[in-house]
């Protein structure tokens, strides 16, 4: 290495200051040829160097023959110049063909630098591109045998007396054999099955994690390393194996950093994360659990108004009054298009049902609305679209509130139940649904008239015994299917 490098100090020196003496002679030539060898040295003595520590450290042997074979032919080249140590100022001819002759192999040497260069540089990225080096099975490793011994030994040592040994380094000035003392001490565990697993993994100075922590995985056996070829395969594969996990207790309550992450799922309330507020990316949340902590209060939806398709809310007797529920800004999601609101069932007191209801307003893109478990005596103002009255438009001061009236024309699917106290169903003018459910609702006795249902396809009535009477249809050209079970109608 100390021969390169001396042609490195003769490019850099003696062939320069050669080509400043042709100065005089043709100026702007020689500025050129000047800054293209001031462009080029530097990537050359920076190559050289790090081929070495590369050759010294074993590791693509295969340069130091090209760097032979190129610096074999560069110093051919300088032995035919002829530059003298000072030139005349006179602009003879002889001088200038002097200069020609000279001066093309000069950029001759220049030329062949730097497409050398460039085809090493070549062959190394193609060798580097997956960040990981390899040393054959077939070499076999002479001396060492005391230091490998000894490193085995501690090895053992530490796993006898239950130390957690994250790592053993080696270190030592390049060509001293680290390396090689490595797969030693890896082929003497492996042959003895001193561990339960051994992984022989060598990188290069650039390389990858992700890819340096596949082949690791590899090593221990496909099924380790997921065997999925693409991102979305594994995250697939990922989802499905936590939906079907019914031991996991809790998912970590650090997930609130992920502040990318757009799917999550999981199939039981106490495996909805903590503070799922913070996941603002988010767009998949199957179901919110209200508790009754600061962690998972209603509020923590505020910001998720990336929420799209179904989104079911449980708990609802959680919500302290109408201020905190109108936190859930449900009016600012406009891709969810299936909601589903839950309270606990079996509660003796519904002191709040009706105001939390009434503040959690979704946006009218909504398709399907579920009801369960809803204590109120009435219907929320905007699912009915009652306008407020003068009245109620009045704020403490006396000075009328502006209100916007929703009008809910993409609601086609809506299912009331379970509802102790509901005793009547306004009528449902200003809907256009497909599909009506009420379901166990003891004190309902009377349901509007849905004359203006004219897209009505199903309409189903369960367990509603103080029922009087079904509501008139005039759904002309349709039929609708029909389902009364244990209603008490008189004819």
Not at 40 to 64: C, K, Y
Not at 218 to 226: T, Y
Request: aromatic share 6%; net charge negative.
């Amino acid at each position: 290495m100390a021969r390169f490098l001396l042609i490195t100090y003769f490019l850099e020196n003696t062939l320069m200051k050669a080509l400043k003496g042709f100065e005089e002679i043709d100026p702007r030539y020689v500025k050129r040829s000047v800054k293209a060898l001031e462009e080029v040295l530097p990537s050359v003595h920076a190559w050289i160097q790090d081929t070495e520590e590369r050759v010294m450290a074993n590791r693509l042997s295969g340069d130091f023959f090209k760097l032979e074979e190129y610096v074999a032919l560069i110093e051919c080249s300088l032995d035919k110049l002829a530059i003298p140590g000072k030139l005349p100022t006179s602009s003879t001819d002889d001088h200038r063909r002097l200069f020609d002759l000279n001066l093309e192999a000069i950029l001759g040497v220049l030329n062949r630098i730097s497409h050398s260069l460039q085809e090493i540089r070549s062959n190394r990225q193609q060798v580097e591109s997956s960040g990981l080096g390899v040393i054959s099975d077939d070499v076999k490793i002479v001396g060492r045998v005391d230091d490998v011994l000894k490193i085995v030994e501690f090895l053992m040592g530490s796993s006898t007396n239950h130390q957690l040994l994250h790592a053993f380094p080696i270190v030592g000035m390049a060509g001293l054999g680290k390396t090689a003392l490595a797969r030693s001490v890896c082929e003497k565990v492996s042959e003895g099955q001193l561990f339960d697993k051994t992984v022989w993994i060598s990188v290069s100075d650039n390389f990858e994690e992700l890819t340096v922590l596949r082949e690791m995985l590899k090593a221990l056996g496909e099924d380790m390393a997921g065997g999925a070829d693409s991102i979305g395969e594994t995250l697939e594969h990922l989802s499905k194996e936590l939906i079907e996990c019914a031991s996991l207790e809790s998912l970590p309550r650090n997930m609130r950093g992920l502040l990318s992450l757009r799917h999550i799922y999981f199939t039981y309330h106490h495996q909805m994360p903590v503070k799922v507020g913070h996941l603002t990316s988010l767009q998949t949340l199957p179901f919110f659990v209200v508790g009754k902590d600061s962690d998972s209060t209603i509020q923590e939806l505020e910001s998720l108004n990336g929420l799209r398709g179904q989104l079911s809310i449980y708990n609802l007797q959680e919500v302290k009054n109408k201020k905190e529920a109108e936190k859930a800004n449900l009016r600012g999601k406009t891709k969810i298009y299936k909601l589903e609101f839950v309270w606990r069932s079996g509660r003796k007191c519904f002191k709040n049902d009706e105001e939390v209801l009434e503040a959690l307003q979704p946006h009218s893109n909504l398709e399907t609305l579920k009801i369960e478990h809803y204590g109120g005596e009435k219907l929320p103002s905007w699912l009915l679209m009652e306008i407020p009255t003068h009245a109620e438009c009045q704020n403490e001061s006396n000075s009328p509130l502006m209100t916007s009236v929703q009008v809910f024309n993409s609601l086609q699917y809506l299912r009331l139940e379970d509802f102790p106290d509901l005793f009547s169903i306004p009528d449902l003018q200003n809907l256009s649904l497909k599909g009506l459910a009420i379901k166990h609702c003891p004190d309902l006795e009377y349901i509007g008239s849905l004359q203006n249902l004219t897209s009505l396809e199903d309409l189903r009535i369960e367990v509603c015994p103080n029922l009087e009477s079904i509501p008139i249809l005039l759904v002309s050209g349709k039929s609708v299917y029909t389902m009364v079970h244990r209603a008490n109608l008189y004819p």
